[in-house]
């Protein structure tokens, strides 16, 4: 009877210190990776199309199938609460690199943004203020207030699971889970898209694209495009950039769990125009933005030629460096440019009177869709003047941009 009890005590044991080496599903190493790396892509699929296309700027609409999943996914594996990360990301938005902003490295550094981005979060989700003025439309049904809000509960959850399911091992397989959006979303995103990249349009804020993170981040990469068109459910612009959360939310509307309300507008050129009329004006106004990193390239090969000038003349290395570090802002709008910059580019503009002449043009240019108080006919006028100056101007860049102008249509 004893040795009965010993054996069976001793294979409780054996079962026991098996399934915490193993738990109940036994994978090998890389079985485990891929698990690790699909729950974590769910996640960051359930961030970018639900809280962020859908909740946050309304770019599309989901059935109760995607949403209902969206919805508990994103509870169990962040704890995350809709109206909560919806507040702040508006918020970002609505205040974007100011003091106000929950999380600018512009304001805050790029350091605190990467190191402290889940607990900048954390702080802003318990101001009520937020949440009241910028939390609106979200969720608000039994689940949402009974369950969903519970935002440790469904953590909690997901590592009882883990461990049930791999042992020891799903200790780490939880901490990758939990690390991931904080990481990436909240760190790399919300920080190095906002300081360091390529841009697309001169947005008026610092976002830019990173990539090739499309796989690991969903198409949030692509941070200087959606800043550009934030109500647009695709955020991918250029041939060559792929934005997965697009594929993803195609695929749902040809099931019908989606419906897409907008995406980016392109600019459509046509044979160039005698004259710019106002159907040009509306193809100008309504890709502001396009026309913008349009122009700023030209600035760029007008800044290449004046380097080449001064390096022919081999000028001292001062007058080089003046306008090298200038250019980083020469495609900015003035109240961009930071105060520390705005003397050496007034520097760099009187050295260089074309480079002052294109921002000056710059600006007049943009005032078009500024400028509320004048009509239509009054506009179009205003740009039809434009485009004379910049073509007796004597500068190619001005003169080639003006004429492809003339050829946008809406």
């Known amino acids: 009877m004893a040795l009965d009890i010993g054996l069976n005590g001793s294979a409780v044991v054996d079962g026991l210190v098996n399934w915490l080496a193993n738990g109940l599903w036994e994978l090998s190493w890389w ?11 769910i996640t960051i699929a359930a961030v970018t199309i639900y809280l962020h296309r859908c909740q946050a700027h309304r770019a599309l609409d989901l059935g109760p199938v995607p949403s209902h999943f969206f919805r508990f996914w994103l509870w169990l594996g962040t704890g995350m609460v809709t109206k909560q990360w919806v507040a702040i990301h508006r918020k970002h938005h609505a205040k974007c690199e100011t003091a106000e902003d ?43 207030r009974n369950v969903y809000r519970h935002s440790v509960l469904g ?33 790399v995103v919300n920080g190095v898209g906002h300081y360091w990249g390529y841009r697309n349009y ?26 550009t068109y934030p109500t647009s459910a695709k955020f991918s612009v250029k041939r060559y950039e792929f934005d997965i959360g697009w594929l993803y939310i195609s695929a749902m509307q040809k099931m019908g769990w989606a419906k897409v309300k907008k995406t980016p507008p392109r600019l459509r050129m046509g044979a160039v125009k005698p004259v710019a009329d106002e159907l040009t004006l509306e193809a100008v106004i309504a890709n502001r933005y396009e026309v913008m990193a349009r122009y700023a390239r030209g600035v760029r090969a007008a800044v290449r030629q004046e380097l080449d000038v001064l390096r022919q003349r081999k000028a001292q290395k001062a007058d080089v460096s003046l306008l090298l570090a200038a250019q980083r802002w020469l495609h900015r709008d003035n109240d961009k440019v930071p105060e520390r910059a705005q003397a050496q580019l007034a520097q760099a503009r009187a050295a260089h009177p074309v480079i002052d002449q294109m921002l000056i043009m710059r600006e007049e240019l943009r005032q078009l869709w500024l400028n509320t108080t004048l009509s239509r006919e009054q506009l179009t006028s205003q740009l039809q003047a434009w485009c004379q100056r910049a073509e007796a101007s004597g500068i190619a860049m001005l003169k080639e941009f003006s004429v492809k102008l003339r050829a946008a249509h809406a």
């Open 31 to 41: 079985q485990l990776l891929l698990y690790t790396l699909a729950t974590t892509h």
């Open 102 to 144: 929950p999380h600018s490295p512009q304001t805050r550094g790029l350091g605190t943004v990467m190191r402290r981005g889940a607990e900048l979060y954390r702080e802003e989700a318990k101001n009520e203020d937020t949440l009241r003025k910028f939390g609106h439309g979200t969720p608000d049904d039994w689940m949402e």
């Open 155 to 187: 953590p909690s959850l997901m590592l009882i699971l883990d461990v049930a399911l791999f042992g020891a091992i799903g200790l780490s397989i939880w901490a990758v889970q939990m690390v991931w959006i904080p990481f990436w979303a909240a760190g």
């Open 202 to 227: 001169e947005a008026p804020d610092a976002s830019t694209n990173l990539v090739p993170w499309g796989l690991i981040i969903g198409g949030e990469e692509l941070h200087n495009n959606h800043h």
